[in-house]
Every structure is written in C-alpha cells, then in structure tokens.
T-cell receptor, first 110, second 116 residues
Framework: GNSVTQMEGPVTLSEEAFLTINCTYT??????LFWYVQYPGEGLQLLLK?????DKGSNKGFEATYRKETTSFHLEKGSVQVSDSAVYFC?????????FGPGTSLSVIP | EAGVAQSPRYKIIEKRQSVAFWCNPI?????LYWYQQILGQGPKLLIQ????????DSQLPKDRFSAERLKGVDSTLKIQPAKLEDSAVYLC??????????????FGQGTRLTVV
C-alpha cells in the first residue's frame, strides 16, 4: 500500500538556521510527492511538489528532491525565518489518492 | 479562481448530537475529498468522490458518518451521533481528475469540531 513517514517533531530552530525535515514513502508505481504547510489557524497549502524521480521542487526558499532509490523527499531550507513556523506535511499522490504523513511542527525563534 | 469553501468554520456540540459540514469545491474539479485531522496528526482520508460516485470510503465510520455529493458538485459530511473522539478538524479538498499520477489537492480552511 501507500504510506508516508516523517521525522517526529516538534523541531525548534533559531532564525537563520538550516532546516531539514526527513520524509520517506512507500508506494506502488510512480507517485508524485508533495510538501504541504499549515500555518496556525489556517488550512493546508501546497508548498512544493515533484512528479518524477530526480525532480527538485522549490518554493519560498524551500527545496526537496524526489529520490526514488532511497524513496525519500526530504525538505530543506538554508535559512529559516520566524514566519516559517508551521506544521509541514509530506504527502504522496498515486492516481488521485492523496496520502499524508503525520506532520512535523517547526518553531523558529528569533 | 475561487478556492474550496467550507462551512461552518467552528462547531461545538454535545456528544450524541448530530452535525453536518458543507463543502463547495473549486469549479471543474471532479474529485472531492473529506479528511479528518485530529490534533497533532496528519489528515486521514474519510471519503473520496469522483463526480458524484464514491471512490474510497474504507476509513469512514459508516455507523455514524455519512457523506453525499449531490450533482457532482457540493458535498455534505454528517455525523450522527457524535462521540467525544470525533473532535477534530474536518478538511475538504478537491482536485482535477486528469487520470495522471500527479494530483494536487486544494484544501479549504476546514471546520473545527469540538464534541463536549
């Protein structure tokens, strides 16, 4: 079946620190991979996506590379800001079925 | 382009009462999803519609939850009777059904349900 595993949080970083949130997946076929972000009190927003192996998704300074050999899609940002404090969800899509990981809470302190 | 609309935003009910949530997807999106997000967890798919047909309802507690999608557009999710463990945010999402693997789901703001 399809499933997504993420590193457990919460993660607390100082402003301008480097961020990595690990994500691995299990899926049949060739899924697409996503990172969604949920800011406090808001709905889920798509942060970035990758649709095939070796694709790199990027947005707002965040990046993630679709690694088929390690079935991973780790999220990275070189310098986090206080405004990046949110919950981050890794997800996969396999022919209209969208499966989410448990989420990783990130707090960035000044 | 208008986003996914959900109402109400918040609802507080007593256990054993009933409640209904409404969702209006993005125009033209054939696929509609209802997710349950319990505090501290990722969204769990309750039911998925394609047009007005059910694609997947394997995780829907059918003894108390029901959902319908009239005319393949709006959808309602109902809980009757509610239990304390139903306290969660109920998210509606929609996506184009292109038949391709890359499906991006667009989410509404969610309805926060508190059962007391």
């Amino acid at each position: 079946g399809n499933s997504v595993t993420q590193m457990e949080g919460p993660v607390t970083l100082s402003e301008e620190a480097f961020l990595t949130i690990n994500c691995t997946y299990t899926a049949t076929g060739y899924p697409s991979l996503f990172w969604y972000v949920q800011y406090p009190g808001e709905g889920l927003q798509l942060l970035l996506k990758a649709t095939k192996a070796d694709d790199k998704g990027s947005n707002k300074g965040f990046e993630a590379t679709y690694r088929k050999e390690t079935t991973s899609f780790h999220l990275e940002k070189g310098s986090v800001q206080v405004s990046d404090s949110a919950v981050y969800f890794c997800a996969l899509s396999n022919y209209d079925k969208v499966i989410f990981g448990p989420g990783t809470s990130l707090s960035v302190i000044p | 382009e208008a986003g996914v609309a959900q109402s109400p935003r918040y609802k507080i009910i007593e256990k054993r009462q009933s409640v209904a949530f409404w969702c209006n997807p993005i125009s033209g999106h054939a696929t509609l999803y209802w997710y349950q997000q319990i505090l501290g967890q990722g969204p769990k798919l309750l039911i998925q519609f394609q047009n007005n047909g059910v694609v997947d309802d394997s995780q829907l507690p059918k003894d108390r939850f029901s959902a319908e999608r009239l005319k393949g557009v709006d959808s309602t999710l109902k809980i009757q009777p509610a239990k304390l463990e139903d306290s969660a945010v109920y998210l509606c999402a929609s996506s184009l059904n292109t038949g391709a693997p890359a499906t991006e789901a667009f989410f509404g703001q969610g309805t926060r349900l508190t059962v007391v």
